[in-house]
């Protein structure tokens, strides 16, 4: 059974940062790439960022340049540093593991387990 935890969200003025973690229970976790999406109230789920097995970065066009995505194989962690908060990046953000033999990083279906999600607010 894979187990996703995120931590790190909170509540933050707008201009400020904050840094999201995901622990994976995951055996071989450096075989897989791993994700982040977003979803805000009313809002379908939305891709935020994702890291390959390897470390090559990808990043939504609202996020590039504010967020940062990296993982420690060592210790089955993925985390997402976010940088210059705007109140629209307010949202639930998810971790979640893309299947091995998906080919798509921005795709909710190319992902396979999901984290219960940590709320990310940003006030203006």
């Known amino acids: 059974q894979v187990q996703l935890v995120e931590s790190g969200g909170g509540l933050v003025q707008a201009g400020g940062s904050l840094r999201l973690s995901c622990a994976a229970s995951l055996r071989i976790f450096g075989t897989y790439a791993m994700g982040w999406f977003r979803q805000a109230p009313g809002e379908e789920r939305e891709f935020v960022a994702a890291?390959?097995?390897?470390?090559?970065?990808y990043y939504s066009d609202s996020v590039k340049g504010r967020y940062t995505i990296s993982r420690d194989n060592a210790k089955n962690t993925v985390a997402l540093q976010m940088n210059s908060l705007k109140p629209e990046d307010t949202a639930i953000y998810y971790c979640?593991?893309?299947?091995?033999?998906?080919?798509?990083?921005?795709?909710?279906?190319?992902?396979?387990?999901w984290g219960q999600g940590t709320q990310v607010t940003v006030s203006s």
């Open positions: 979640a593991r893309r299947g091995q033999y998906s080919t798509d990083y921005s795709s909710r279906s190319s992902y396979d387990y």
């Open positions: 890291i390959s097995r390897r470390g090559t970065t």
